[in-house]
């Protein structure tokens, strides 16, 4: 059974970049067919998908993120991870980890969340 | 964009009730469409896919209908495990975008 988890640091500076990791387990990323997204809500608000990478290392991000996001992979590790540069207290929010059967699908699988606060 | 717009935003029930959420998307998306329950502190959890298709383990009383532009979640019989915010999700474009949310309180 696979499954997702969050790691990083749960507090950030403004200005810095946020950095954050999800390992899987159960399964390997290098497999293929899956494609691995992080998905973000803000304090009692709706979800917002930032972006998704293939085992491959191709991506597709949110027009309105694309400037500071980064999306990699690594598969030897079995991990992907997301850089969100230049924060600001907007970027304050729940940043979920999930799982889609193809690029265009619901995600089916998602990590537990980890809470990330952008203050100085 | 193609954007969803859910409704009601809350509302209240009883259990065993019937109850109904809709999403409407700002053109047709056709049955690219999937629902979400969630509870607080948890990751939202997979419901229905394909706008009608129920995920394996989830509850026969769950139902989703729809194409196009308009789709509805039914709970047929409210549980009290039920009570939770669900949200529809567009898959039809690259872009996947979420309704608003609808929470489920107790009556």
């Known amino acids: 059974q696979v499954q997702l988890q969050e790691s990083g640091p749960g507090l950030v500076k403004p200005s810095q970049t946020l950095s954050l990791t999800c390992t899987v387990s159960?399964?390997?990323?290098?497999?293929?067919?899956?494609?691995w997204s992080w998905i973000r809500q803000h304090p009692g608000k709706g979800l917002e998908w930032i972006g998704y990478?293939?085992?491959?290392?191709?991506?597709y991000y949110n027009p309105s993120l694309k400037s500071r996001v980064t999306i990699s992979v690594d598969t030897s590790k079995n991990q992907f991870s997301l850089k969100l540069s230049s924060v600001t207290a907007a970027d304050t929010a729940v940043y979920y980890c999930?799982?889609?059967?193809?690029?265009?699908?619901?995600?089916?699988?998602w990590g537990q969340g980890t809470m990330v606060t952008v203050s100085s | 964009a193609i954007r969803i717009t859910q409704s009601p935003s809350s509302l209240s029930a009883s259990t065993g009730d019937r109850v109904t959420i809709t999403c409407r998307a700002s053109?047709?998306?056709?049955?690219?469409l999937a629902w979400y329950q969630q509870k607080p502190g948890k990751a939202p959890k997979l419901l229905i896919y394909?706008?009608?298709t129920l995920q394996s383990g989830v509850p026969s009383r769950f139902s989703g209908s729809g194409s196009g532009t308009d789709f509805t979640l039914t709970i047929s019989c409210l549980q009290s495990e039920d009570f939770a915010t669900y949200y529809c999700q567009q898959y039809y474009s690259y872009l996947p975008e979420f309704g608003q949310g609808t929470k489920v309180e107790i009556k």
């Open positions: 159960g399964g390997s990323i290098s497999s293929g067919g899956y494609y």
């Open positions: 999930a799982r889609a059967r193809s690029e265009k699908d619901a995600f089916d699988i």
């Open positions: 053109q047709g998306i056709s049955s690219y």
């Open positions: 990478i293939y085992y491959s290392g191709s991506t």
């Open positions: 394909a706008a009608s």
